[in-house]
């Protein structure tokens, strides 16, 4: 499994018997085929569904281990009150005291003190669901989803170019098949292996990568050229090589003619960041610079593509708008085997940011606070348009505001207390609520606050649909029946509703629920309602499959193929063409000063999978990553007295992270570096800063200030 990657069976695994589907873990939702083995299901290859061809990564390959009843929760816990502890509950008293925690929050201060928060996890589906059930039986505005913590920042710099945000607008494939990647602040080699393949294919074709992140990831060292900026200074990057892009003469005049607006105000922004000023701040050498800028301008076609490097900053969005201006300015956006992509994260990072989990959003990617929006989507409700509430918090804040506004809380498909920025100030909130229920396939350390844990089927007990990087609709099938004991999501909320006084409106079957929600999404930016199951089903295995948005079939019943390739005639704006939005350089929000010297960035490794709820529980995965560690310079080290393997202290102004220390040239001296896979004392949250981007609410994970100290064994 070196390459991160492996092919676990045979070329006559296709035929076997089975169920086919798709991973539970990242965006990139690899097929797979679940096949019967006496108790459960095993994992096997998948070949036909042409994103991964077979290929898995090491979480998918073992995703069917925590199906098994003893990996996982099987009955509802309830806090008791004498003892202070979670003991077992039936399904009937555990509903009922979740249906009067919610309510009582509510008839005490109001349908705003109940908050939900949602996950990218979550089919459409039930993302869906969660969105109608706050606004509809909780009334509440305060809803919002750890997505905020994900891709908004990108979500928020496309739609300000493009009037639409589909992560990637083509087919992953296309990578492959252009002249130069730009890849900012990804690592696939560790996060999507399978997708690997494209850039390694790219390179065969005679393209180049160019990657652009503080560490020498094992993607970096697939690169042609590998620029590694300070943390938190790819705003400053992007504006340097867009000033040499104008210098050299490489603007494609034509292009910026004829379908962009806003050039004026972009270039007067990249003029003042000359590249020398830009290698001072982002510690990148000029040549590199004008390097970079030769490779992504040479070949007719190329690409940009941002993950969380650059995105997950208090600066994220305009980040992502100067990266955005390089490829407009470059005429990428809009032709063939060209642009600029966003790679999404969590399974259904994309279709969750469309269906109305997020606080400003209705279905079909509708702005909540829309007149016409709130009509269509109230009409199929079949409520009046008034009784939705406005939009509300963002993920952080809401999590903040818990025990001072928001007085009760329902959480599926998070586990904050590891994932959230500056998690012990969260976690305290999280203590101070009145009433905290959690739906949940294990005993997460968010659960383990919870008054009531609620059991819920996995993946691959229940059907429903998830929305890949590529923006493809793929169906999720039901392979095996769940343990006695839990009940799905959409069950849950079925009940919930119906305890609430919402006997109808909640179907706990998928499909249902989908057709419905292909109703609401219709003529909506993410228009679903030329999709179906069988549709889904029969063109699964086709190379570009079906791609959002797909209408409703036109008076002449023919079907709408789906959109694999946005933009290509015009982008999704009034007036059809892309818009530069000027930014300029600012420092982070914490910036290195004398007491906390360094900058500390987060991520992810291979084996493990976000909060590690799920893949700390899995024993290959656990012995291939597991704890948390310290990434530092060997000069760092020496100068801290730091040895391989031995704990440090990481400290910033949030509070200390105990980890070995992992030493290694392939950081930046200044850099520090952790996984934020683990909860305990080497909790890389416990360290980050909560400062909020201010157009997506994004909190800033990739930088803040840090100092490292040695650790005496006394201390511990
Ligand atoms: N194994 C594994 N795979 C996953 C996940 C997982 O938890 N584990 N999670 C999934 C999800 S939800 C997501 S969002 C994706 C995330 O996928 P990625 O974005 O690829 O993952 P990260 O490790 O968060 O960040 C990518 C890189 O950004 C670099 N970086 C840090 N700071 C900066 C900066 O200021 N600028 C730049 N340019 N780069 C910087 C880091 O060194 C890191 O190598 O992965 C998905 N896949
Ligand atoms: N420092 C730092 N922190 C980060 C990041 C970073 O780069 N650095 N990245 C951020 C990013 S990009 C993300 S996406 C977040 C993710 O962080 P989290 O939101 O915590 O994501 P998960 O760990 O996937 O949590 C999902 C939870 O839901 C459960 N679950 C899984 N499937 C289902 C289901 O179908 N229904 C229900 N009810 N539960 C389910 C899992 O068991 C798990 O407990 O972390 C963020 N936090
Ligand atoms: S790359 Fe992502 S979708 Fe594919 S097997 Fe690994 S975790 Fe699952
Ligand atoms: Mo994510």
Redesign the pocket.
């Known amino acids: 499994m070196d390459d991160g990657t492996s092919r676990r069976d045979g070329p006559g695994e296709a035929e076997a018997p089975g169920t086919d589907t798709h991973c539970?873990y990242c965006a990139l939702q690899c097929g797979m085929r679940l096949v019967p083995d006496g108790t459960g299901v095993t994992v096997a290859e998948r070949p036909a569904f042409p994103v991964n061809r077979g290929a898995l990564c090491g979480k998918g390959s073992s995703a069917a281990e925590l199906l098994a009843p003893g990996a996982r929760l099987t009955t509802p816990l309830v806090r008791d009150p004498a003892t202070g502890e979670l003991v077992p509950a039936d399904w009937e008293s555990a509903l009922a005291r979740t249906a009067e925690g919610l309510r009582r929050a509510r008839e005490e201060h109001g349908a705003d003190a109940v908050g939900v928060f949602g996950?990218?996890?979550?089919t459409n589906e039930?993302a869906y669901a969660l969105g109608k059930f706050a606004r509809l039986v909780l009334g509440t505005s305060q809803i919002d989803y750890?997505?905020r913590?994900?891709m908004s920042s990108a979500a928020a710099a496309n739609v300000r170019a493009f009037g639409l945000d589909r992560g990637l607008p083509f087919p992953l494939a296309d990578v492959s098949r252009t002249g130069c990647v730009l890849l900012v602040g990804a690592n696939p080699a560790e996060t999507m292996p399978p997708a690997v393949r494209h850039l390694t294919r790219l390179r065969e074709n005679g393209g180049t990568l160019v990657v652009v992140d503080p560490r020498r990831t094992r993607t970096a060292e697939l690169a042609d050229l590998h620029l590694a900026p300070r943390p938190g200074t790819d705003l400053a990057l992007a504006l340097g090589l867009l000033h040499l892009v104008v210098a050299e003469g490489r603007v494609d005049q034509d292009f910026v003619d004829a379908r962009t607006t806003g050039w004026a105000g972009a270039r007067g922004a990249a003029m003042a960041h000359w590249p020398e000023l830009v290698e001072r701040i982002t510690g990148v050498p000029v040549p590199e610079l004008r390097r970079a800028v030769r490779l992504f301008c040479a070949p007719e076609s190329a690409m940009v593509l941002t993950a969380?490097g650059p995105e997950?900053h208090a600066k994220g969005t305009d980040t992502v708008s100067a990266w955005i201006n390089l490829a407009l300015a470059t005429g990428r956006p809009g032709r063939p085997f060209s642009g600029y992509g966003c790679l999404t994260?969590?399974g259904n990072?994309q279709g969750g940011r469309e269906m109305g989990q997020k606080a400003d959003q209705l279905p079909g990617y509708r702005r909540l606070d829309d007149p016409a929006a709130r009509a269509h989507v109230a009409g199929v409700w079949g409520v009046p348009p008034d009784s939705l509430p406005g939009p509300g918090r963002s993920a952080f804040e809401l999590l903040d505001a818990l025990g001072e506004d928001v007085h009760a809380l329902l959480l599926?498909?998070?586990?904050?207390v590891?994932?959230?920025?500056d998690a012990g100030r969260v976690t305290e909130r999280m203590r101070s609520v009145d009433f905290l229920a959690v739906?949940?396939?294990?005993l997460?350390e968010?659960a383990r606050l919870a008054d009531v844990v609620l059991p819920?089927t996995?993946?691959a007990e229940e059907t429903g649909t998830t929305t890949g990087l590529e923006g493809r609709v793929l169906l999720r099938r039901k392979a095996l029946d769940p343990p006695p004991g839990v009940r799905s999501?959409l069950a849950v909320l079925n009940s919930l509703a119906a305890r609430l006084g919402w006997e109808k409106g909640f179907p706990a079957d998928p499909e249902e629920v989908f057709e419905e929600l292909r109703r609401a999404t219709s003529g909506g930016p993410a228009d679903y309602a030329g999709l179906s199951y069988r549709r889904i089903a029969a063109t699964e295995h086709d190379e570009e499959g079906l791609h959002w948005p797909c209408p409703a079939p036109g008076p002449d019943g023919a079907e709408h193929p789906g959109t694999p390739r946005l933009f290509l005639d015009r982008f999704a704006t009034p007036d059809g063409r892309a818009r530069f939005v000027p930014v300029t350089h600012r420092p982070a929000a914490e910036e290195p000063d004398a007491a906390y010297p360094l900058r500390l960035t987060?991520?992810?490794v291979l084996a493990q999978?976000?909060?590690?709820?799920?893949t700390r529980r899995v024993a290959a995965l656990s012995a291939a990553a597991p704890g948390p560690y310290v990434e530092l310079h060997p000069r760092l080290a020496e100068r801290l007295g730091a040895a391989e393997g031995e704990p440090v202290a990481v400290v910033t102004r949030r509070g200390r992270a105990v980890a070995p220390a992992r030493i290694t040239r392939s950081i930046r001296a200044d850099t520090v570096f952790m996984p934020?896979h683990w909860p305990g004392e080497g909790r890389?949250?416990t360290l980050?800063h909560a400062a909020l981007d201010p157009d997506s609410r994004m909190p800033e994970?990739?930088v803040c200030a840090a100092r490292v100290e040695p650790v005496d064994a006394a201390d511990r």
């Open positions: 539970p996950g990218g996890g979550l039930k750890n997505g913590f994900c969380r997950q994260g969590q990072g599926m498909g998070s586990n904050p590891v994932s959230a920025p739906c949940d396939v294990v997460s968010t819920v996995q993946w999501d987060t991520g992810r999978y976000q909060s590690g709820a799920q934020f890389a949250n980050t994970f990739k």
